[in-house]
């Protein structure tokens, strides 16, 4: 029999890798106004089976008006 106590494995047990993306748009209509155009997505990818992988997304429209 062979013993194989020395045989270093390297197989992860643990972690996760994660992709984000957040890229954002901000126009100036006029000194006062303001559009901001924005998109959030982040993605989580587990090393383990025993995890499950996860999106989380989001995204929306902002309209600021400033009054001085």
Do not use: H
């Not at 972690?15 to 100036?28: A, E, H, L, Q, W």
């Not at 998109?39 to 499950?52: E, I, K």
Request: overall charge positive; aromatic content about 8%; cysteine-free.
């Amino acid at each position: 029999a062979v013993s194989e106590v020395d045989v270093v494995t390297s197989t992860p047990v643990m972690g996760n890798r994660i992709v984000s993306i957040k890229p954002t748009i901000d126009y100036s209509i006029s000194d006062k106004l303001n559009l901001r155009i924005f998109y959030d997505r982040r993605a989580t990818q587990p090393v383990v089976a025993s995890s499950f992988p996860t999106a989380i997304t989001q995204g929306g429209i902002q309209l600021r008006y400033t009054i001085q």
